[in-house]
């Protein structure tokens, strides 16, 4: 999407319908050692590179499926489809997740997305299901794909006394 970001009425319109794809961001070696800092998870196929030319079928460190999973959210935000007048956007749960290729290291990736339900669940609360595929460049294979669900929570006008 480019442009003003949709409307919830605009999104509801649009169910079904691929919202398009983020821009390029890099998975570099930096980005997959901050993550493995955060989560204590340091095998050696993501972050020793030495061992990983030696050892690992690839010849190269891999991103952690769960490290290419975490990025699906910024890489929506930086397709501008997150609705005007969002008040927060919370993760809901998700409904399918299968990582079908590794992430060599230093490799671009980009999110591409489909709306796939919005129900309203009071005022302005809309649960917001998303199809989502991460595709490696130059890759036949995406990363992963993943339903997503989200909650959205609409900054409502106050009511004029």
């Not at 003003?4 to 930096?30: H, N």
């Not at 800092?37 to 690992?56: I, K, M």
């Not at 956007?89 to 671009?108: I, Q, T």
């Not at 490696?136 to 106050?158: C, H, N, S, W």
Request: glycine share 8%; with cysteine; proline share 5%.
């Amino acid at each position: 999407m480019t442009g003003k970001p949709p409307t919830f009425d605009e999104l509801k319109a649009m169910v079904g319908q691929k919202l398009g794809a983020s821009g390029w961001t890099v998975v570099d070696q930096s980005r997959i050692d901050q993550f493995a800092d955060c989560t204590g998870d340091h095998q050696w196929l993501h972050t020793d590179p030495e061992r990983a030319r030696r050892e690992s079928p690839l010849r190269v460190t891999i991103a952690h499926g769960y490290l290419t999973l975490s990025i699906v959210g910024a890489l929506c935000q930086d397709m501008g489809v997150i609705p005007e007048n969002t008040r927060a956007a919370f993760n809901y749960g998700l409904d399918k997740v299968r990582f079908l290729a590794p992430v060599r290291v230093g490799s671009l990736v980009r999110l591409h997305a489909t709306l796939l339900s919005v129900e309203d669940k009071g005022p302005g609360q809309y649960l917001m299901k998303f199809s989502n595929s991460i595709e490696i460049e130059g890759e036949e294979k995406p990363a992963l794909i993943a339903e997503t669900l989200v909650m959205f929570y609409e900054r409502r006008k106050k009511a004029v006394a």
